[in-house]
């Protein structure tokens, strides 16, 4: 009978949820570097983000539905694994209403933003990057408007989430 009512109350568990909770505490310790990754060496970080910078693509490049975060997220994760052979995925944040949200790159147990090619250390907004007199900011993924929707994907698996031209970019190696 015990056995039973075990069983029952396993099935009324919203599973999605603890998953996606997990998952979410998994991003959020990486980008703290909390036992989730081993740590970098500066000269390993060192050239991580020299391998960021020399990706053959400038942020103000930026533009909406053309060659946005998606594109450029995709475009340095192949620059990643290609050039350096760092393996890396991207991830997606949902906004609430399951509009297209925000992509991220991570490698090495750190999260990149592709837009400013800056290390992003936490969800909220705030870092930048200037490129001659444009200067570029981070989106704030807690600011309310982003869901707990989130998707680790690789690079094999672009083809099947979202239209093709969401992860094209200009071949440029």
Partial sequence: ?????????????DWKS???????????????????????????????QEAINACPYSCSEAKENLFDCSNMASMLLDWL??????????????????????CLVMALGHLIEPTTKTERRSL???????EGELIF??????????SNNIRIISGAQRLTYGS??????????
């Fill in 1 to 13: 009978m015990r056995k039973k009512k075990f069983i029952k109350s396993l099935k009324k568990i």
């Fill in 164 to 173: 093709i031209e969401e992860w094209q970019y200009p071949k440029r190696w």
């Fill in 137 to 146: 900011y981070e989106p704030n993924l807690a600011d309310g408007t982003y």
């Fill in 81 to 102: 694994e290609q050039k350096y052979g760092y393996e890396s995925w991207i991830v997606i944040f949902s906004k609430i209403d399951r509009s297209p949200g925000h």
């Fill in 124 to 130: 909220e907004g705030g870092q930048s990057r200037i």
């Fill in 18 to 48: 603890i998953g996606i909770g997990i998952l979410l505490a998994t991003i959020i310790l990486s980008t703290l570097n909390l036992c989730v990754f081993p740590e970098l060496t500066k000269s390993e970080l060192r050239r991580l």
